[in-house]
C-alpha cells in the first residue's frame, strides 16, 4: 500500500483520540467520587457540627436613647436603639482537641472534641456599673427649643459567638469565680449564634477589672479557628493528631509537631491585628470558615484576603486557623495522576514506536490502542482500590498489574521476551517516576521537566543513525529500489 507511513500516522491519531476521550470519562470518575466525597462530609456537618471558630468574649448591652422635643404645645418623641460593647483587655486560651474520626460509607471525616478553658479580663468594665436610666439635657436643631435625652439601658451581657452551637456538649460562665447561668445566642448582630450570661451589677466594681472565665466542650469537623479581638491574645493548642495545617491570617510563633500529636502557641497583640476594629463593625470572617446557614457550608482551605470585609467596607475579622488534613488525599493524588494520562499514553506509544524503527518490526494500531487502553485502566484501578487499601498500596497493586500485563503482551508484538522484558521494565519506570511527582509539591515541576528532556535526548540518541526518508518513501519506490538491474542486450554484448 503507497503512503503507509500516512496510513499510520492518521491510524495512531485516531487510536490517541479515543484514548484521550477514555482518559476523560476516567476523570470524569475521580471528580464525582469527590464530589461523593463532599456530599459525605457535608451529611456528616449537618447532623453534628461543621468547622468552629471561636470568637469572644465581650460586653454587650442594648440601649435606647429617647429624644424628646417641644414642638409648640405639641412634644416630639425620637429613638434609636444601639449597643454598647467592650471588648476585653486580655484573653487565653487553653485548648486541647481530641480527635475522633468519623465515616459516612466509604469516606472518612475528621472530627474533634475540643476542650478549651478561656480566661479573659476587662479593665474598664465599671463604664457599665451606671443606672439603668440616664437623663440629660441637650440641644436639638431649634434655637428656641430645648430637648431632653433618655438613654435606658438592658442587661449587661457577655457574648460568647461561634460558628455551629450544635457542636456545644457542656459550658460554664464565671464571673469572678462565681458560676453564671448560660443561656443560647447572643446579642450580637452578626455573631448572633454562641451563648451569652448576664452578668450581675454587684460583680462590677469601680477600679477593678472584671475577670472572666469559661469552660467549654465543643464538637466540631475540618478545621478549628480563634479571632484575636483583644488587646493582648494568647492560644494555647493541643491535639492527639500529627498532621496540621495552619493558615488564617496568623502562623503560630511556636509548634511542635510529633508522630502523634502538635503543639502550637500564638501571641497577637492589637497593634498586629484589626480585629477589634473589625468586630465592631460586625464585619465577616476573612477566612473561608463555616458560618451562617447549614445548607450553605462548603469546604474550601483556600484564604480569602484579609485587607476588606465581604461587602468590601472595611476590614474584616482575622483569625488563626488550623486544619485538621489527612497527608494522603486518595482524591487529590488520584486526580493530579489522571491529568499525566495523556503523558503516559504518548511516551508509551513513543516506546513501542522506538522498537518499530530500531528493530523494524511492525505494530498494528488495533496494538496500539490495547496498550493504551491497559495504560487508561491503571486509572481507573487506582482510584478503586485506594478507597479500600490507602493510596500507596493501591498504587503498588495497580502498577504491578499494568507493568506485567504490558510486558507479557508486549513480549507478543515485539516478538521475543527479550524486547518485552526492557518495554515492562521502561513502563515500570515511568509508573515509578509518576508516584515521585505526585509526592512532591514544591519541585514537582522541575523533576517532571528533567524527565521529559532526559526522554527526549533518549530518543534523539537511539535514533540519531536512523534514516527517515525510508520511511516515507512509497512501497513501489522501495520496490523498484531493491528490483535487480536489468541484464545487457546480446547486440551491445557482442558490440
Not at 478561656?118 to 479593665?123: D, G, L, R
Request: neutral net charge.
Amino acid at each position: 500500500m503507497k503512503h503507509r507511513l500516512l496510513f499510520k500516522v492518521v491510524s495512531l491519531l485516531i487510536v490517541i483520540a479515543l484514548l484521550m476521550l477514555g482518559l476523560s470519562m476516567i476523570q470524569d470518575v475521580v471528580r464525582d467520587r469527590i464530589r461523593n466525597r463532599d456530599y459525605a462530609i457535608q451529611s456528616v456537618v449537618s447532623s453534628l457540627a461543621g468547622p468552629q471558630t471561636l470568637i469572644g468574649p465581650a460586653l454587650v448591652q442594648s440601649c435606647t436613647e429617647t429624644i424628646s422635643t417641644a414642638n409648640g404645645k405639641k412634644i416630639e418623641y425620637t429613638t434609636r436603639e444601639f449597643q454598647r460593647q467592650l471588648l476585653p483587655d486580655s484573653v487565653n486560651h487553653n485548648a486541647n482537641a481530641a480527635m475522633e474520626e468519623r465515616s459516612r460509607g466509604l469516606h472518612r471525616i475528621n472530627a474533634y472534641v475540643l476542650h478549651d478553658q478561656i480566661e479573659a479580663s476587662f479593665t474598664n468594665a465599671d463604664q457599665f456599673a451606671q443606672p439603668a436610666e440616664v437623663s440629660s439635657a441637650v440641644r436639638v436643631t431649634h434655637p428656641l427649643s430645648a430637648g431632653k435625652s433618655t438613654t435606658s439601658c438592658d442587661k449587661l451581657y457577655v457574648s460568647f459567638a461561634l460558628s455551629d452551637p450544635r457542636g456545644i456538649r457542656s459550658a460554664t460562665i464565671e464571673v469572678n469565680g462565681k458560676e453564671l447561668n448560660v443561656e443560647s445566642g447572643t446579642s450580637l448582630e452578626q455573631y448572633s449564634k454562641g451563648i451569652q450570661a448576664v452578668i450581675p451589677s454587684a460583680s462590677i466594681k469601680k477600679g477593678e477589672p472584671l475577670n472572666i472565665r469559661l469552660k467549654l466542650q465543643l464538637l466540631g469537623t475540618e478545621r478549628l479557628a480563634f479571632t484575636p479581638i483583644a488587646s493582648e491574645n494568647k492560644v494555647t493548642l493541643t491535639a492527639d493528631w500529627p498532621h496540621p495545617s495552619f493558615g488564617g491570617s496568623f502562623l503560630p510563633s511556636r509548634r511542635e509537631v510529633t508522630d502523634n500529636s502538635f503543639t502550637a502557641d500564638w501571641e497577637i497583640s492589637s497593634l498586629a491585628t484589626s480585629a477589634s476594629t473589625a468586630f465592631n463593625r460586625q464585619q465577616s470572617l476573612c477566612s473561608a470558615s463555616y458560618y451562617g446557614n447549614d445548607s450553605s457550608y462548603e469546604i474550601d482551605n483556600t484564604v480569602r484576603a484579609a485587607s476588606t470585609g465581604a461587602d468590601g467596607s472595611g476590614p474584616c475579622l482575622e483569625s488563626m486557623d488550623t486544619a485538621f488534613v489527612n497527608p494522603v488525599n486518595i482524591y487529590s493524588l488520584s486526580d493530579r495522576a489522571t491529568k499525566y494520562g495523556a503523558l503516559f499514553v504518548i511516551l508509551t506509544f513513543l516506546a513501542v514506536g522506538l522498537f518499530e524503527v530500531m528493530k523494524k518490526l511492525r505494530v498494528h494500531p488495533v496494538q496500539y490502542l490495547l496498550v493504551g487502553s491497559a495504560l487508561c485502566s491503571f486509572f481507573l484501578l487506582l482510584i478503586s482500590f485506594s478507597e479500600h487499601l490507602g493510596f500507596a498500596t493501591a498504587y503498588t497493586i495497580a502498577a504491578s498489574a499494568c507493568v506485567t500485563l504490558l510486558g507479557f503482551y508486549a513480549s507478543h508484538i515485539l516478538g521475543s521476551i527479550k524486547r518485552g522484558l526492557p518495554f515492562a521494565l521502561a513502563i515500570g519506570a515511568l509508573y515509578g517516576l509518576l508516584y515521585v511527582l505526585l509526592q512532591l509539591e514544591q519541585t514537582a515541576l522541575v523533576v517532571g521537566s528533567i524527565a521529559l528532556f532526559a526522554v527526549l535526548a533518549l530518543v534523539m540518541i537511539c535514533t540519531r543513525h536512523v534514516d527517515w526518508y525510508a520511511f516515507t518513501a512509497n512501497d513501489g519506490d522501495s520496490a523498484a529500489n531493491k528490483r535487480p538491474a536489468p541484464a545487457a542486450s546480446t547486440n551491445e554484448e557482442l558490440s
